[in-house]
T-cell receptor, first 111, second 114 residues
């Protein structure tokens, strides 16, 4: 079945440094979604990418979808303490609508 | 608030107890999901319901029994659980009119089995 791998598992940065998390799928995805879960909270939808090679930006966050639609990345420029949390990618398949989530990358930002 | 409400928020139960988790969504969605979130594991999809019909059961042990009486409510009935079942149980909903539905999560039930 479809597997979504995400690296790194943890990342600790100083405030102001950049951060990137990567997501790879064993199969071609119909779309990729990114979610953020704050400590003690629940996953909250951030963005969805559908087209091959698509790039989307949300303020300091940049999301990319690979040309083969098998990988994706989330890059945060100049991290802030409010960026702390776990970032999950979730892949959609072409055979169903349920999402397969990666293990997530837990980001810790120290002032 | 997310529009997806889960109760209770915290639950401690013994291995011989029977309890139920409840989820209600106020978003007019027609698909509902149960996910299990354990430490060091990805979000594990347990069950999927589409218009009250179960469409996926990802090899979940029978001690977990879902119920979906209508498209707004979802239950997870628990009995004779094991300590390794302790986890955060998340309910989510989505609308299948969207080509690529996104998930709206509830705040979860933190379950501890003692």
């Amino acid at each position: 079945g479809q597997q979504v791998m995400q690296i790194p598992q943890y990342q600790h940065v100083q405030e102001g440094e950049d951060f990137t998390t990567y997501c790879n799928s064993s199969t071609t995805l119909s779309n990729i979604q990114w979610y953020k879960q704050r400590p003690g909270g629940h996953p909250v939808f951030l963005i969805q990418l559908v087209k091959s090679g698509e790039v989307k930006k949300q303020k300091r966050l940049t999301f990319q979808f690979g040309e083969a639609k098998k990988n994706s990345s989330l890059h945060i420029t100049a991290t802030q303490t409010t960026d702390v949390g776990t970032y999950f990618c979730a892949g959609g398949s072409n055979s169903g609508y349920a999402l397969n989530f990666g293990k997530g990358t837990s980001l810790l930002v120290t002032p | 608030e997310t529009g997806v409400t889960q109760t209770p928020r915290h639950l401690v139960m013994g291995m011989t107890n029977k309890k139920s988790l409840k989820c209600e969504q106020h978003l007019g969605h027609n698909a509902m999901y149960w996910y299990k979130q354990s430490a060091k594991k990805p979000l594990e999809l347990m069950f999927v319901y589409n218009f009250k019909e179960q469409t996926e059961n990802n090899s979940v042990p029978s001690r977990f029994s879902p119920e979906c009486p209508n498209s707004s409510h979802l239950f997870l009935h628990l009995h004779t659980l094991q300590p390794e079942d302790s986890a955060l149980y998340l309910c989510a909903s989505s609308h299948l009119r969207d080509r690529y539905p996104r998930a709206f999560f509830g705040q979860g039930t933190r379950l501890t089995v003692v």
